[in-house]
């Protein structure tokens, strides 16, 4: 296999490995691109901080490129540390030469340590110089501060900021947006004309070392593969994503490290023939039995019940429930074919009124939602006194779960420990799976007492589908739990 673009960084090495020209060709690598390296400046750090800076001489920066311009080129670029403005106009003076149109420029100006990275002198050449030659900049919320001169507050600010950092001759402004308040992690992408936002999970860690120098490595990664902006940014949002999750929590002492071991584009053996939801479903009959089984088990009078994330109705329909509430209006179409009365909406904000069912029906749906807490409060607040809810689930702490995060991450999966036909990728892309007790916790913290709890798929996932399981009281061996809480 070849490698399916050609990059460059030009920025500071990092000895700790976690950042810097370190960080990006890791993240050259994941993207099966050929990743080449110009050595601004050398810093001597770890997870706990930065201890001393070097500057290298603008002429042997001048003397990098030219060695890779004229004999390899590139198909992207990216800047990262340029910590002062000779460095900086030798690096403006070639980006012109060489005539690089798709230059990414990160402005890495403070380390996460505290530690300043770029000099003051050097701000005024990155905005003047650089950023006219520049395809894409990637500031966070306090460089965009310093890079426009105002401050950003939410959303509005940022998008003034996005406004004012164009007009020094970037053509697009990619505004990250990880330090603001909110739910969710907003990117705000700025073309001189139009807004648009990238949403990603925010993702409770300390380990997020070279999060900015990774993410716009990626950025550089895909339009170095012949992607638009726009596509190039929406795959690096889902690697940053995964590596900032999937974080390793041994190395260091401080913030550490991401983890760039991940493929952003090759298809995981989890596609195999599903082409949607319900083909799984069909080529795993027996777990689909067992697990309806399980949920029948706490749902005894299915009549006056409503499912929170219905999908395409087959587990409802099966169980007798009459109504449900679902987002995707595909999937509400289908299971309104099947016989459900759905209503369009999350399950953070159900479209039901208060006091309504009896019981009310979360399959799954904990591991999808971006506000688990507040799923469980509205499934509270449309239930009658003395109403049920039940919530079913792969266990974190099982072995299924752990496999899927395994073969979303390295994208593949091993035929000899895994399903025949494994949870289609598409589905579990944003899946958080809740441990048994985290989601005892959330009915707890919401109201519900009472607890039960029922288990199946005991066995090692390659033999679950052999043969339909009972459901068992418990949780200590299941895979699939599933509990009822009652509203007082």
Known sequence: ???????????????GGGAGIQAD???????????????????????LGVRSIRDIPPDVVGDQIDMIMEDIGTDAAKTGMVSNKDIIGMVVDRV??????????????????????LRENAESALTEKLLPVAFLVTPNVFEAEILSG???????DAKKSARLIRERGVKFVLLKGGHLSGERAIDILFDGRDFDFYESERVDTENTHGTGCTFSAAITAGLSRGMGVHDAIKVAKDYITRAIRNAPTDIGGGHGPLYHNIRPFEVSAFEEAAGDFDSWFDKNKVVFESELLAEKHFLPNPENSVSIGVGSGLFASRLGIEYGVEPSKEMAKLAEKGGI?????TAEEVPFEDGRFDTALLSTILSYVG?????????????????HIVVSFLAREGSYAMMYDLAYLRGKHDPKTAPKYPYPLKFIKETHWRSTEEVTNLLEGAGFVDLKYVQTLTKHPRYTNDEIEEPVEGYERGDYIVIRGRKP
């Open 150 to 156: 105002t401050e950003i507050g939410g959303i509005e």
């Open 371 to 387: 506000n688990p807490e507040k799923a469980v409060r509205e499934a509270y607040r449309i239930l009658k006194h003395g109403g």
């Open 341 to 345: 009365k759905v209503k369009i909406g």
């Open 96 to 117: 012109k030469k060489y005539r690089i149109e798709k230059l990414v420029v990160d402005p890495v100006m403070v380390a996460k340590s505290g530690a300043r990275l």
């Open 1 to 15: 296999m070849n490698y399916e673009g050609k990059a460059l960084t030009i920025a500071g090495s990092d000895s």
């Open 25 to 47: 060709l890791k993240t050259f690598q994941a993207f099966n691109v050929f990743g080449m390296s110009v050595v601004t400046s050398v810093t001597s750090q770890n997870t």
